[in-house]
């Protein structure tokens, strides 16, 4: 399975619906984050990591997994870039390509050194919106098709058949 790492707050800034969350509401901007992330995930079949910087506050570093996504706090004194060459480490094998989304240009230089794709944020988002759009087209097409499929008899004539298939006509 295909991994792809994402740096929370460096998307988080350059998304610019985002972005202009984060300057309202930073936690509502993570969990839309996580919420596209979460539909990118289901779409694509990734596993989806999301990690925060928590650079500047104690304690450990924890976890969550809202929607299979999991979404990673850092550890006092640890750095998102940090956390995330540690987890291409961990996770890169011959059968698993990881990728890493960040516009961070000197982190996007390590991961590749590391062996990992990286993906800036501005073609992460296009992905997404062209994901977004797909789903869109195959629900529209599903209904157009079950409204077809029923379009072919009016009321009137459902109701009759209705009724000999029941035997009380």
């Known amino acids: 399975m ?7 707050y460096n998307i988080i800034g ?9 300057d309202l509401d930073l936690e509502q901007a993570r969990k839309l984050l996580i919420d596209r992330l979460a539909e990118y995930q289901a779409y694509r079949g990734y596993r989806v990591i999301i990690v925060f910087d928590a650079y500047g506050v104690k304690g450990l570093e924890s976890k969550e997994t809202p ?7 850092t550890k006092e004194k640890e750095t998102a870039d940090q ?7 961990q996770l890169k094998n011959v059968k698993t390509k990881v990728y890493v ?8 230089r ?10 800036s944020a501005r073609e992460l988002e296009i ?3 062209q994901i977004k759009k797909e789903i869109n087209d195959e629900v529209k097409a599903f209904e157009l ?10 009321d009137e004539i459902m109701e009759k058949l209705e009724k000999m298939r029941r035997g009380r006509y």
């Open 145 to 154: 098709k079950k409204k077809s499929r029923n379009s072919l008899f009016n």
């Open 67 to 73: 929607f299979q996504v999991e979404v990673i706090y």
């Open 101 to 108: 989304a960040t516009s961070d240009y000197t982190e996007q």
């Open 83 to 89: 956390c995330i060459e540690r987890l291409v480490k």
């Open 110 to 119: 390590t991961i590749f050194q590391q062996g990992a794709y990286r993906k």
């Open 14 to 22: 350059d998304w610019d619906e985002l972005k202009r969350l984060k």
């Open 2 to 8: 295909d991994v792809l790492l994402v740096d929370g």
């Open 127 to 129: 992905e997404y919106k």
